[in-house]
């Protein structure tokens, strides 16, 4: 769970109370964020109201007879500490998500970056990835050629991948957003070494896989069906 957004002494004056037992109210302050970080996270500035009255009602009802209006039922309840539907929309509206919306937890779309580190004082290296090898590559060839010698690979292709320093190499357009498998080296023709490590793994965005705006569902064409 994140940092508290509320504090005893927020329960106290929430409540309209001189004092709360510290120890009573951090439980149930720390039960009501728990349930808010279900519904979104991170947590919206409206989070705190929130924790606050889910709280409150719990401290002040030991019984735990909790009742609620849904449209015309009535929900009864006997847990101590739970949010409304209001509530969860309210968490739900600060998080951006609109009221159909459930959890805020979605993915950043992030493209595979991985480094390759060359020491060595002659001969050359290649790099296979996904057992494609490269043409050889001279101990000492810049940035650019490692770019050149992995795009002509067939499932790279030219565009969709970039080589800086010595050496970052980032997986982009048609690789991008997605994982990639991790590059391996051939070093068997270099006097000296190559090592390769995963700096970030590549991330679809939400909706990445979805079909254009305008599919015709009305087909079969190109489903599963």
């Known amino acids: ?13 929430f409540m309209g109370l001189p004092a709360v ?3 009573r109210a951090t439980l149930l302050l ?3 964020q728990g ?3 279900d519904v979104v996270l991170p947590l919206p500035a409206s989070a705190k109201g929130v924790v606050l009255a889910a709280a409150a009602r719990a401290y002040s009802n030991p019984q735990q007879n909790t009742a609620e ?11 101590s500490v739970y949010l409304t539907r209001m509530e969860r929309a309210t968490l739900r509206r600060g998080a951006g998500l609109g009221g159909a919306g459930s959890v805020s937890v979605l993915a950043v779309a992030a ?14 290296f290649a790099l296979i990835l996904d ?15 490692v770019q050149a010698a992995l795009s002509a690979l067939p499932n790279v292709g030219p565009g969709n991948v970039v080589v800086t320093g010595a050496f970052v190499v980032t997986f982009v357009n048609a690789l991008g957003n997605t994982e990639v498998s991790l590059l391996t080296a051939d070093a068997s023709a270099l006097t000296g070494t ?17 079909p254009p705006w305008d599919y015709d569902y009305s087909t079969r064409e190109g489903s599963a069906w």
Do not use: K, W
């Open 111 to 124: 493209n595979a970056v991985q480094s390759v580190t060359v020491a060595a004082t002659a001969g050359t």
């Open 35 to 37: 349930f808010c970080e």
């Open 30 to 32: 720390a039960l009501a």
């Open 21 to 23: 037992d510290e120890g």
């Open 194 to 210: 190559v090592t390769v490590a995963v700096v970030s793994v590549g991330v679809a965005g939400p909706g990445a896989n979805l």
């Open 69 to 79: 209006n849904t449209g015309p039922y009535g929900v009864s309840r006997t847990a």
């Open 131 to 145: 057992g494609v090898a490269t043409a050889p590559i001279a101990f000492d060839a810049s940035a650019a050629d």
């Open 1 to 13: 769970m994140s940092d508290p957004v509320a504090a005893p002494a927020d329960l106290a004056l």
